[in-house]
């Protein structure tokens, strides 16, 4: 006696039940299917505020990969203290900070009344020498025919070595002041010193202004070549036996993780730094040194197992609701999804009362002209490295199948925000 009437209600509830979802299958099937939705339609001027990029599914080199950090550097023998090899006034700066310089080129002029003194004490040395040597030659010949004595050849020599000595030592002192001795002469006596660039690079800071006061060894500016940066990675004792010489890296910077470099490891060190139980790992940059800067920092991959997998670039990959999507353009695609339900109008129309109908014209609207339908695609995720992921989709996609790379959550947004319309 009981059993019947739970039978009963059981039938009531499927076919009430069975109606409503079929209307409910009908209705999703023209848009997009679920309540979710899985496509959307976006007219030209959300596609211009959105500034979506697509790009297709790339097979790239990508493996389980160990993650380090490293930092830009560039080796001392490619930075340079220009300091003032003397004691004076600052005259010209003809350089300025960011500017590039050659190795030679003249950066900065220096003034000191001591540096006239020290070429004329040059001139009068180079002068007296040519006494001296004629002196020491005329006593020479004197002593071999033992017509003088032999004190006064001595005394002619030393006066002779002790001339070129001095002469010796100016020139020096002369030279490392930058001046050229060879083309000095009374009427040709510098009243500045030219401060040139010991090295090639660029100007990274002036330290010093017209008329300022330097004193010996102080420094004046600074030059760096960044174009002989390399990668320095710190590798934990762990991670060692992952490391080996000529391994390629990938890596991206922290201030701007759009960009990916690769740099070979050329050296590993021996030594571990301080108490961190870590070692540097040097790396010689393979790819163009725009946009580096010494003190960088940067996130490392080393690839472990390498192998070829369809990839895009991991923002092209959104998570909603514990699944990973990707949102695809097909031009094979279009017509059907820019007009999918249309062909179920005039069905709705007949089987839904005045106020559904009314909604349904609204949902229903020709779409914009220049509109482009976008599809949501299951895939399941892979391997990361340089800023690509491994996926795989979860169902068939068409061979012209393009992705959104750059702007995929705001499409994620429309669609979810489509859904939620639609719902009511």
Known sequence: MKIIPIAIVIVFLYSCGGSSTSNKDEHDHGHGGGAEGSSVVLSPAQMTSLSL????????????VLKLTGIITVPPQFKADVSSPTEGLVQTINVNEGQRVSKGQVLVTVSNSSFIRLQQDYLESKSKLVFLEAEYARQNKLAQEN?????????AEADYRSGQARLASIEKQLQLLGINTSGLSQNNIESVIAIKAPISGVVSHI????????SFASTLLKIIDNSESVLEIVVFEQDLGNIKIDQIATFTLTSATGESYRAQVNSIGSTFENESKAIKV??????????????????VFLALTDKVAPCVPSEAVVNYQGGDYIFIYSESMQHDLLHSGHEHEEEHKHTEDHQHEDS??????EPEAGSLAFLKIAVKKGS???????????????KDARVVTKGAFYVLAAITNQGEAHSH
Do not use: C, W
């Not at 990029?53 to 389980?64: E, G």
């Not at 017509?147 to 005394?155: D, M, S, W």
């Not at 040097?282 to 996130?299: C, E, H, P, Q, Y």
């Open 53 to 64: 990029t697509l790009d297709s599914i790339k097979s790239k080199s990508i493996a389980d």
């Open 147 to 155: 017509v003088n004595a032999k004190k006064a050849f001595q005394e």
């Open 207 to 214: 330290s010093v202004n017209i008329g300022a006061s330097v």
């Open 282 to 299: 040097r790396a010689k940059i393979l790819d163009s040194f725009d946009g580096l800067i010494d003190g960088m920092n940067a996130n």
């Open 360 to 365: 349904h014209e609204e949902v229903q609207k």
């Open 384 to 398: 990361v490295a340089g800023g690509y992921s491994e996926i795989t989709p979860l169902q068939e996609i068409p």
